[in-house]
């Protein structure tokens, strides 16, 4: 009887491939989705509280307004700006556009940097307004 798992080849893994920015920023597009889901929930609760009247609100507000709560808040404005990032990128490609690996490799390293700058612009002028 043959054994037939060591004549098969071995599947390329992480320790194979090298990473390189699109591949991050594919694995990142796929993380700030899933971030996006659970976030979400967050902004239902302000609403929910925001209905709910003024206790409850006030009790929100205090949350969201702790150390703990802002860098929730930071973090998911950063997750929504760099996913929108992405999902612009996957539309330009899904439009035949951008797949040379220099233009594409700019791209990702542009979308990276963009969403940083994004977010500290809109929470600096949040605090501004504020």
Not at 5 to 18: N, V
Not at 54 to 79: E, H, K, N
Not at 81 to 87: A, E, P
Request: glycine content about 10%; charged content about 10%; cysteine-free.
């Amino acid at each position: 009887m043959t054994n037939v798992t060591k004549s098969r080849p071995l599947s390329p893994h992480l320790q194979i491939y090298k990473l390189i920015p699109t591949m991050l920023m594919s694995i990142v597009h796929r993380i700030t989705g899933a971030a996006l889901y659970f976030g979400t929930v967050l902004v239902a609760w302000w609403l929910i509280a925001a209905a709910s009247g003024p206790a409850y609100y006030d009790w929100a507000s205090w949350f969201f307004g702790t150390i703990i709560g802002q860098v929730i808040l930071f973090g998911y404005t950063w997750a929504l700006i760099h996913h929108m990032f992405g999902g612009l990128r996957h539309f330009m490609w899904d439009m035949g556009y951008g797949y040379e690996k220099e233009f594409s490799t700019k791209l990702a390293i542009a979308s990276a940097i963009g969403s940083i700058t994004v977010t500290l612009l809109l929470w600096i002028v949040g605090f501004i307004v504020r």
